[in-house]
């Protein structure tokens, strides 16, 4: 009787721990987005791109630098409990995993627009060479419990244009 | 100081160039950040504690960098990458290196 009262403790423990992340985690990665989607038509104008400023030329821009600096942009996002769990049994199933493909998506277009944001606040026109890189502080491979996080920084070199 | 990750730098000529010159920074992370975390992994979003460690450990990697240049008398660095490694639980080390150049 008192294993069965431990297991019910432990399993509505666990079922509220599920809910919890369900409700609380949509609720933080909906506002998330909002914000995302926001900053974004904002910062539309400055352009970011993933091409050498060289290139730009033989394309036929016409582009005067004045000066270029070096900027990034760094975000860790963490996942909710109902994300880990269903990464968990996504071992067993495989196949599409779209709750860790917004998580993803979330923490590189946050990423992108710190980069743009502190571009913008330093005065530059455009950032060129973007280069993504995915940081790992906060991995521990060999357990169940890993608390999973994203950490993304984005870099590039900042153009102040004539 | 000139920083740019593309292979020169804009608008000047390259005068000497001093080769490879890189810094790097192991991180640990804190308990107390820790435990905030843990319970940030409950609901999920932005940990902001892991992302200020980041930023300072990145800071601090591209500070060595620059003085490594700055000994050979290099006034700008081009082609930074990065580059991270995780060398033991919870511990991550970012490395940073681009080429020492003198322009002008």
Known sequence: MNEYNSLLINLSVFIGLL??????????????????????????????????????????EDLQIENCF???????????????????????????????????DRARREAILRLKEKAISQGADMVVNLQLQYLSINKETDSQNANNSVEIMAYGTALKVK | ????????????????????????????????????????????????????????????????????????GANAIVNVRFSTASVAQGAAEIYVYGTALKVS
């Open chain 2, 1 to 72: 100081m000139f920083i740019t990750n593309i292979d020169y730098v804009p608008s000047l000529k390259i005068i000497e160039h001093y080769g490879l010159v890189s810094g790097s920074t192991v991180r640990a992370k804190h308990i107390g950040k820790d435990f905030l975390a843990s319970l940030k992994n409950l609901v999920g979003g932005e940990i902001k504690g892991y992302t200020e460690l980041l930023e300072e450990a990145r800071d601090e990697a591209i500070d060595r960098m620059i003085l490594q240049a700055e000994d050979f």
């Open chain 1, 70 to 104: 070096f900027v990034s942009g760094l975000v860790v996002i963490g996942e909710d409990y109902f994300k880990r769990i269903l990464g968990f049994l996504a071992n067993f199933f495989g196949g599409r995993l779209l709750s860790h493909e917004s998580l993803l």
């Open chain 1, 19 to 60: 809910l919890i992340g369900y409700f609380v985690g949509g609720i933080v990665e909906k506002r998330h987005f909002k914000s995302i989607l926001e900053r974004e038509e904002k910062l539309l104008y400055f352009p970011v791109i993933n091409l050498a400023p060289r290139r730009l030329v033989e394309i036929g």
